[in-house]
């Protein structure tokens, strides 16, 4: 009688070192050393637990350097990315910005006024336009000027400052003075297009403004949206490496009109037109659905990967912008996140600025 062997597949060494390699590179196996898989990633609580993040800040030459703002509590530095805190100035302030050209360089601004600090945030001087205790909302330093940063005052519209904010421009950049003086414009955000810094665009809680010769002259309006006669809120703007723009656009409108024109905005033509690009984006403050957009980031090695914070979390595109998507769990989904941050070392590591903490995300 004949009997047969089953004989066993071998595998050689080499074989199973190339497959793991494989594996890793597809982000099906933990890398080495690592604390996560991709597929696992979530958003870990680092620091100041169930307070009110109104921003955060990574230092773009030292990573290991975040700068982050808690409500009615003033402004905080770590220099051991997150994991420690150190006050540096109390009070009430929305946003903060570094100098494009020097990390000793920062602009603090809130409820009673804009601080400069020329020693990395060590210690703060007032900088002041008007009356003292004028409220400051938004920042933006020039992307190509050294010493020049531009600042959003409730009283005086867009203030441009130079020489490291040690003095305003001679000119203030005051469009408010061609609108109702009945309506409120705050500013709310501004950005500068990097590829042209003589065009400014500014959201106020009534519409977009935006200007292409450094701020002499304004135009307002953001032609695309479903309904132009709403008043909007603008509560982020950006303006990407690439010279697009980006608009969070909320309708403030009573009644509400009958269609949604809220929504995150894209324009290819420096603001004379603009899109809506809010598939996948989930309900929001807003009460016709859409999400209140507070900050966009960009990947700076992938034009087509773009971050969003939003009042109901923190979105990510990978196909610019066409379709958005959760970027994973971990914050509370009560939280509105107010900022975000990306490491400048690694686009994959962000920090999130929300209503219960600062949060941090590999992925």
Not at 200 to 227: H, M, P, Q
Not at 280 to 285: F, T
Not at 312 to 337: E, F, H, M, N
Request: charged share 20%; net charge positive.
């Amino acid at each position: 009688m004949n009997t047969r062997t089953e004989r066993r597949p071998t595998c050689s060494f080499s074989t199973v070192v190339a497959l793991i390699i494989a594996l890793l590179v597809a982000g099906m196996l933990p890398i080495p050393g690592s604390s996560f898989a991709r597929a696992a990633a979530s958003w870990k609580l680092i620091g100041f637990k169930g307070q009110q993040l109104q921003d955060v800040l990574v230092d773009p030459r030292a990573h290991n350097k975040v700068f982050a703002i808690v409500f009615d509590r003033g402004i905080y530095r770590s220099l051991d990315y997150g994991k420690t805190w150190k006050s540096l100035k109390t009070g009430d302030f929305y946003a903060i910005c570094m100098d494009t050209f020097s990390s000793q360089v920062l602009y603090l601004v809130g409820d009673r006024g804009m601080y400069r600090s020329l020693n990395g945030g060590t210690t703060w001087t007032g900088v002041y336009v008007g009356p003292k205790g004028s409220a400051f909302r938004s920042l933006c330093p020039d992307p190509k000027l050294k010493g020049v940063v531009y600042a959003g005052n409730d009283d005086y519209g867009i203030v441009k400052y130079t020489d490291y904010a040690t003095r305003v421009d001679p000119i203030t950049l005051n469009f408010l003075d061609s609108y109702p003086d009945s309506v409120e414009l705050h500013v709310q955000s501004l950005a500068v297009d990097p590829t042209n810094t003589q065009r400014i665009f500014v959201g106020t809680n009534y519409d977009l403004y935006r200007s292409s010769d450094g701020g002499e002259t304004w135009s307002g309006g953001a032609k695309g949206t479903a309904n132009n006669e709403s008043f909007h809120l603008i509560s982020s703007l950006a303006v990407s490496s690439k010279g697009v723009a980006f608009a969070s656009i909320e309708s403030t409108s009573w009644p509400r009109p009958t269609v949604d024109d809220s929504g995150l905005f894209r324009s290819s033509n420096h603001g004379q037109s603009w899109s809506r690009i809010s598939t996948g984006l989930k309900g929001g403050g807003s009460a016709l659905g859409s999400p209140m957009v507070t900050q966009i980031c960009f990947n700076p090695k992938n034009s087509n990967e773009i971050f969003a914070a939003a009042d109901t979390g923190v979105y990510r595109t990978t196909d610019g912008c066409k379709t958005w998507r959760y970027l994973a769990t971990g914050i509370p989904a009560k939280d509105s996140v107010n900022s975000l941050a990306l490491d400048p070392a690694n686009a994959h590591i962000l920090y999130a600025a929300a209503d219960d903490g600062l949060y941090k995300i590999a992925f």
